[in-house]
């Protein structure tokens, strides 16, 4: 079941970490930052199913090479808080395959980036075991490989617009602050006051709900391409118009137990509100969903009642006509045929006469008597045959109507059960997905900073290793070496920090393998839960033995009394828990109930009158 993420973050390095890291961690690739001599070596790293880079048509072709590009980005920013590249992270949606969410992914980075100046390195992530393919053209053979778990997309974008020269534009300028007499404003400092202008409009909070917003649409018109009934939306429940019921802030002390495996009274809360929340949401999309789907079913139905209505109408109304031209033509031959009676006989006597036209007179009205009750309309000659006494339709030799409507019965009651359950696993599924897909993006974030540790350290163990090489008379090579020391170990020193504030002083290797633990678990009741797609089989199969048996008893003679059975005792259906599962109820009961309203076919009718 799809789900919405996405979220943004900022690579700077005030946070001790580099675009260059950050691109080999989430491409799985090994290069080497210019700037500090740093190696970052990630190529053992798996779970990686595609990896490209897209650049603007007048960026350098160089740019393609992920080195040369992230390299080139730090070399363009000088200040120690510089923001070097920007993260999207999106969860891709699994009723798609991976060449689908390439297509996807690719074209969505276009529309949003590329076509704006930016470079981006899209890699995807996806929960199998090789390793990810090295050419663009080996992800169709790979795809076997994935497995259906949490499948997401980094997208690292530049800060930097590319000019039409090909060269790093600025991001913004700065602008002095004027007094109302149009001077500067000089500060107790002694500078000059001023404010920094943004040159793009990447940084705003309107671009990056643009951004979200588009996602959805082209995620949207993936599932409409394909026929599939699953949206997603990219707004919040604030913005939906959902009251959603806020969580209690946990604090500290009971943040710390709850990463040590102590449950607490504000954590057993917070996830009980979050389970309802996210039930909520997936309940009113699966809702609104469901209530289209009803609408246009609605539709569909009035249309061809209507035109079936219109085609019966005119139909009776041609067969009444012909029959009363036939009639009115069978009239005046008679009137003709009497009028020669009447020359024929008028030498008779007057006594004679009148005798023989009182008898044709009889003879026509008798005969007149026999024409109409020929022309009578079908209707009434089928309503007089279903009129007929019990004993004269207990002739044929059919099955009893008890039996029947039981059958149907049944039939209705897996089928209406079929469809109920089909949504609770569809549920229960993204509500995994969702826990799944949080977890996995702690996991990530853990494990590219305790690497990012460890290559600083054996940096620094490297340079320190080269110091002690150098003779007493390398002074200034020592100076060097120590200024890259000093800057690794700030680096190494604020991802530390970094850690530390997020996770609480909590040791983060116990804390990334019972995140992983986590995940395994998710895994494992989601591969445990049914195959929606073989229950969407099976419910077809149940459907189209419906039809055939409604088809059938629809032909019968006591068909009112098969009804009247179905409607007394409508067989075991399971109770709704929610909103939901009564429309999913409602919408199974409505296509059953168009199967019944449907003229039965010539080859089902032809089968009935053969058996009888």
């Known amino acids: 079941m799809a789900i919405y993420h996405l979220s943004v973050k900022n690579i700077s390095r005030n946070s001790g970490r580099s675009s260059v890291s950050a691109a080999a961690y989430r491409a799985g690739d090994k290069i080497t930052n210019e700037q500090d001599g740093v190696t970052h070596d990630f190529l053992k790293k798996r779970g990686i199913a595609y990896s490209t880079i897209m650049i603007p048509e007048n960026a350098p072709k160089e740019y393609q090479n992920r080195s040369v590009l992230w390299n080139a980005i730090e070399k363009s920013e000088t200040t120690i808080k510089s923001r070097t590249a920007r993260e999207i992270e999106i969860a891709l949606p699994n009723e798609l395959n991976l060449r689908e969410q390439v297509k996807l992914v690719e074209q969505y980075v276009k529309d949003n980036f590329i076509d704006q100046g930016m470079c981006a390195d899209i890699s995807i992530h996806s929960g199998h075991k090789n390793e990810h393919p090295k050419d663009k053209e080996d992800y169709a053979k790979h795809d076997k490989d994935i497995k ?77 391409r394909k026929n599939l009934s699953v949206r997603i939306d990219h707004r919040s429940y ?48 699966e809702l609104e969903r469901q209530v289209t789907e ?63 036209r009182q008898r044709g007179y009889q003879e026509y009205e008798n005969q007149n008597t026999n024409d109409i009750q020929r022309t009578q309309p079908k209707e009434q000659q089928i309503q007089q045959k279903t009129n007929q006494p019990r004993a004269d339709r207990d002739r044929y030799d059919i099955e009893p109507a008890e039996t029947v409507a039981g059958r149907l019965n049944d039939l209705r009651s897996d089928y209406i059960n079929l ?60 100076r060097s070496i120590n200024d890259q020391i000093r800057r690794l170990e700030q680096s190494k020193a604020q991802v530390q920090s ?18 992983l633990q986590q995940q395994s678990e998710i ?90």
């Open 523 to 612: 895994k494992k009741q989601l591969d445990s839960l049914p195959n929606i797609k073989k229950l969407k089989e099976q419910q077809n199969v149940i459907g189209q033995a419906y039809k055939q048996e409604i088809e059938g008893a629809m032909t019968r003679p006591d068909k009112n009394y098969i009804q009247d059975l179905m409607n007394r005792n409508k067989g075991q259906v399971r109770e709704p828990k929610n909103l939901n599962e009564k429309i999913a109820i409602s919408k199974a009961e409505s296509k059953l109930q168009n199967i019944i309203t449907k003229k039965p076919t010539k080859s089902i009718e032809k089968n009935m009158n053969r058996g009888r």
């Open 498 to 515: 970094n850690l530390k504030r997020e996770w609480g002083g909590s040791d983060q290797s116990t804390v990334l393998k019972q995140i």
């Open 238 to 285: 604030k913005d939906q118009g959902i009251e959603k019921q806020p969580m209690v802030h946990m604090g500290v002390e009971a943040t710390q137990m709850e990463r040590k495996g102590i449950k607490t009274e504000k954590g057993e809360y917070n996830r009980e509100v979050r389970a309802m929340n996210t039930s909520y949401q997936n309940n009113l999309q």
């Open 294 to 356: 009803i609408k246009a079913f609605q539709r569909q139905m009035h249309i061809q009642q209507s035109a079936a209505t219109k085609r019966e109408h005119e139909r009776q109304l041609a067969e009444k006509e012909k029959l009363n031209d036939e009639l009115a033509k069978e009239v005046r031959e008679k009137i003709d045929h009497w009028d020669e009676q009447q020359e024929r006989y008028s030498v008779y006597e007057d006594e004679n006469r009148g005798a023989e």
């Open 148 to 224: 259906p778990n949490n499948p997401h997309v980094h997208i690292l974008l530049t800060t930097r617009p590319i000019n039409q020269n090909g060269e790093w534009g600025a991001k913004s300028k700065k602008e002095y602050v004027l007094n109302k007499k149009g001077e500067r404003i000089k500060l107790p400092s002694g500078r000059w006051k001023s404010k920094k202008i943004d040159l793009v409009d990447w940084n705003k909070s309107e671009t990056l709900l643009q951004w979200r917003k588009n996602w959805a649409i082209a995620c949207n018109k993936e599932f409409e």
């Open 419 to 478: 469809e109920v359950q089909t949504l609770r696993i569809q549920e229960a599924r993204g509500e995994l997905q969702n826990v799944s897909m949080q977890a996995q993006s702690k996991a990530e974030s853990i494990e590219e900073k305790l690497q990012l540790i460890k290559q600083y350290s054996q940096k620094i163990n490297q340079l320190q290793a080269d110091r002690e090489q150098l003779g007493m008379f390398s002074g200034k090579e020592k």
